[in-house]
């Protein structure tokens, strides 16, 4: 009797488990396209994706292109080397008319092995110095933080420093605070293939958040399902995380030790990717996959469509775990469009939507 209460109780468990994990990837959704204005692609691209899109205070935007993709899911071999080819475009928001320009990167660092993912601006003011920091997923399978500095009279990127760490193993965005210093998201805790299908299957939490400083890596946050976009408040006091499988955004309070507590978490329902802050509104904008689903059909062969939308998030002037939060969705699609969007950058009544493998559009937010 008992031996039959127990296997009905293992049994239900698992029948709940997958009736959820069918639900999160959002068979059930049906996409009914809208955008914000007029909407046109970028030109100066390679149709080799635009993972993440990060744009400075005066309106240049650094994008990274030739994500190297882990192979724990199914990848479109077009996608894949030796196809693909990191690379860092530069798209001006104030002559939005004109190409994206791909950046020389120059330095003493395995070129031929940089494949960008997750990337993030450094702007000191005090030397009048512009750094890119971009979360590289290096062909050894050791992922790294490679910082470069940015030549405005040539247009290119001079290296400057890799960062390597214990706690720098499975990276998906990073946020600069520093010079040299950065918070940077973990997706998920294995890095061999059977691991992370264990916890893409599973849906474990297992996700972190870390810092580096001064040649030091501490992870800083944990508990969270496949976190992804990691941004900052423009006063630097909160820290915003992402999660994929979980679809909220995790708000953290910055301690003056860099450590982080958490105040508030924002369900979205919906398959989040890259933060992207509003320096001038402290909006946020995220790039999501609105039927996961979709996504990882586009993964695995890149003529599928993928569902792409954009939701900004304005919390008000201050953050607590009862605050009201203004969310709007200005833009979505099925794929006919934009294909398995990742990340939305906004400037000044204009987006840069990129996204996973295709194109990037340019729009007009003439309504949101």
Not at 132 to 159: C, M, P, Q, T, W
């Amino acid at each position: 009797m008992i031996r039959k209460i127990v296997i009905g109780v293992v049994l239900a468990v698992i029948v709940n488990h997958v009736a959820l994990l069918i639900y999160s990837m959002g068979f059930h959704k049906t996409i009914y396209k809208h955008q914000p204005g007029p909407c046109r692609y970028v030109t100066g691209l390679a149709d080799m994706g635009s993972e993440d899109i990060t744009v400075t205070s005066t309106g240049l935007a650094f994008i990274s292109s030739g994500e190297l993709m882990r192979q724990d899911m199914s990848i479109d071999p077009a996608r894949l080397p030796p196809h693909i080819k990191g690379r860092i475009y530069l798209f001006d928001f104030n002559n939005p008319e004109k190409d994206a320009v791909e950046l020389d990167l120059n330095g003493d660092f395995e070129r031929k092995h940089f494949y960008p993912h997750g990337i993030s601006i450094y702007e000191d003011s005090d030397l009048g110095e512009l750094r890119i920091f971009a979360v590289n997923h290096h062909i050894s399978g050791k992922d790294r933080i490679e910082i470069f500095k940015y030549d405005e009279k040539k247009r290119s990127l001079n290296h400057l420093k890799t960062v390597m760490g214990k706690t720098i193993y499975s990276v998906n965005d990073v946020v600069a605070v520093g010079p040299e210093s950065f918070y940077y998201t973990n997706d998920k805790y294995f890095v061999n293939k059977w691991g992370r299908v264990f916890e893409a299957m599973t849906r474990v939490a297992w996700g972190t958040v870390g810092f580096y400083d001064n040649g030091k890596d501490s992870i800083v946050a944990t508990g969270l399902c496949f976190a992804n976009g990691i941004n900052i408040s423009p006063d630097m006091r909160h820290v915003y995380v992402s999660t994929t499988f979980g679809g909220e955004v995790f708000v953290y309070e910055r301690k003056g030790d860099n450590s982080l507590k958490e105040i508030k978490q924002i369900k979205l329902y919906s398959g989040l990717d890259n933060i992207e802050v509003d320096m001038h509104t402290g909006d946020l904008w995220l790039g999501c996959h609105p039927v996961l689903h979709t996504l990882t059909e586009h993964m695995s062969n890149i003529s599928n469509p993928g569902g792409s939308q954009v939701l900004r998030l304005r919390l008000g002037e201050t953050v607590t775990q009862s605050s009201n939060v203004d969310i709007t969705e200005v833009f979505v699609d099925d794929g006919s469009i934009i294909n398995s969007q990742t990340v939305a950058s906004y400037y000044e009544g204009k987006l840069l939507i990129g996204t996973l493998f295709g194109k990037t559009a340019f729009c007009e937010v003439k309504h949101a």
